[in-house]
């Protein structure tokens, strides 16, 4: 193991000192179009990109590197240079990732715990590194109530509203997911319209689509394409909130994994890198997984005092979003939010009750930040945090179930200041269900 550790190192200190180039840029293009079009897929008349296995995550963890580095030595490149150093760097960093992950196997084997610890470990950390966690369809469904509720905040600190947040961060959906192959079929479009020309004479296409050409070209061709600023309108403070400078960012991780492409990269605190004087968001995941807790992070980091407020608007929209998706599956539902329940001196509280014909569903919410520590060096952390979600949800929706059995044919519930909400006629349910 140690042998492996020792061949880890010095591969990440290799891939440190050749990315210290005057166009890093570029060399973030170059990675993210050759890791995005590798592995075409063709499904009926649609090409899909698909990743290999594991995912290596190797512009997450590109970013991350140059995030962590002053570039101080800085060298000139050509753009034949660019395209080597491309190659270079995935082949390595994917060299990289398998010897990690090997380590983590064998650091399983020889764990000084119980075999059953061992592969939650193992299973755990391997969970840790998947990336893309909604449908690409839900995007603006899940982050749009989440971040409108903060619009004061955003106004006050940013001199940009919600909305506008909201507006940039699906321009910068759209032009990650879709912005290369959008350019690349307006270019197509212009050339079949020169070459239906005589002899291709591009003096009689309008000027209007002539500059949607050199527009087109920039989008598909150019690091224009990743242009934070260009694409969404954000005012430069928040932007600059969520980005790295080179030698700005640290790992998260200390000691022996520093730097491993397995721990968590600092790309999850800041998904943009400044470089040049220009804001860039190369990776898709990155914008997507992680924009709304590095938006809250941002946030508190400039504002500590707005955590309680955060945490309270937090808990009412993801409640309120839980309600909507209930009535929009159950037409005719009754539901009821932010119940309380029991005596003032045992007094308990639920998310929300939903009555459906004779079915009654005791819900829970839980809006937490989970860890951003790697299960590999803080199993603890994460087997606490999961404790928080699940154990306590379990044991709020038992608690709540419970009372509704005692209760008999009337249900009382109560306010948070333990006023009377609603009394309600139960004689009729015959099953309740818990959600958490």
């Known amino acids: 193991m140690e042998c492996l550790a020792k061949e880890i190192r010095e591969c990440i200190e290799s891939?440190?000192?050749?990315?210290?180039?005057?166009q890093q840029e570029i060399l973030l293009m170059a990675v993210t179009d050759i890791s995005n079009f590798s592995n075409p897929s063709p499904e009926g008349d649609i090409l899909f990109y698909k990743q290999g296995g594991l995912p290596s995550r190797p512009v997450e963890y590109l970013q991350s590197l140059i995030a962590s580095t002053n570039n101080t030595i800085c060298l000139h490149?050509?753009?034949?240079?660019?395209?080597?150093?491309?190659?270079?760097?995935?082949?390595?960093?994917?060299?990289?990732?398998?010897?990690?992950?090997?380590?983590?196997?064998?650091?399983?084997?020889?764990?000084?715990?119980?075999s059953e610890t061992s592969c939650l470990v193992f299973e755990a950390q391997m969970m840790h590194m998947v990336r893309g966690n909604r449908y690409r369809f839900l995007q603006l469904d899940y982050i749009q109530p989440l971040v409108l509720v903060h619009d004061s905040e955003f106004q006050k600190l940013?001199?940009?509203?919600?909305?506008?947040?909201?507006d940039g961060y699906e321009r910068l959906e759209k032009a990650l997911s879709n912005g290369r192959l959008e350019g690349l079929?307006?270019?197509?479009?212009?050339?079949?319209?020169?070459?239906?020309?005589?002899?291709?004479?591009?003096?009689?296409?309008?000027?209007?689509?002539?500059?949607?050409?050199e527009?087109?070209?920039?989008?598909?061709?150019?690091?224009?394409?990743?242009?934070?600023?260009?694409?969404?309108?954000?005012?430069?403070?928040?932007?600059d909130a969520l980005s790295f400078a080179p030698g700005e960012a640290s790992f998260f991780e200390e000691g022996e994994m520093r730097y491993w492409p397995i721990v968590t990269l600092p790309i999850v605190d800041r998904p943009f890198i400044t470089l040049n004087g220009k804001t860039y968001c190369f990776d898709y995941y990155s914008l997507t997984d992680n924009f709304y807790r590095a938006v809250q992070k941002a946030i508190l980091r400039l504002d500590p005092g707005y955590s309680e407020q955060w945490q309270q608007r937090q808990k009412e929209a993801s409640e309120s979003m839980v309600e909507s998706v209930f009535k929009e599956m159950l037409p005719g539902c009754i539901s009821y939010a932010d119940n309380y329940y029991g005596s003032k001196k045992h007094r308990n509280e639920n998310d929300l009750l939903v009555i459906y014909r004779d079915a009654l569903l005791v819900v829970e919410v839980k809006a937490g930040?989970?860890?951003?520590?790697?299960?590999?060096?803080?199993?603890?952390?994460?087997?606490?945090?999961?404790?928080e979600l699940i154990q306590k949800s379990n044991s709020q929706c038992a608690h709540m179930r419970d009372y509704i059995r005692d209760s008999g044919a009337e249900l009382l519930l109560y306010d948070q200041g333990m006023l009377p909400k609603a009394a309600l006629n139960i004689s009729n349910i015959n099953r309740i269900s818990a959600f958490r």
């Open 77 to 114: 490149v050509t753009d034949e240079d660019i395209e080597r150093l491309a190659h270079q760097y995935l082949h390595d960093q994917e060299m990289l990732f398998e010897k990690a992950t090997q380590y983590l196997m064998f650091r399983s084997l020889v764990i000084e715990d119980d």
């Open 158 to 166: 940013f001199g940009v509203s919600a909305n506008a947040v909201i």
């Open 369 to 387: 930040r989970f860890t951003d520590a790697p299960p590999v060096s803080d199993f603890d952390s994460h087997i606490k945090r999961y404790k």
């Open 215 to 239: 527009e087109a070209f920039l989008e598909a061709c150019s690091v224009h394409h990743f242009n934070v600023g260009r694409i969404t309108n954000w005012p430069k403070t928040f932007m």
């Open 185 to 213: 079929a307006a270019l197509r479009e212009l050339f079949e319209k020169a070459g239906s020309a005589d002899e291709a004479d591009f003096s009689i296409i309008p000027e209007k689509d002539l500059r949607a050409a």
């Open 15 to 22: 891939i440190r000192n050749y990315i210290q180039i005057d």
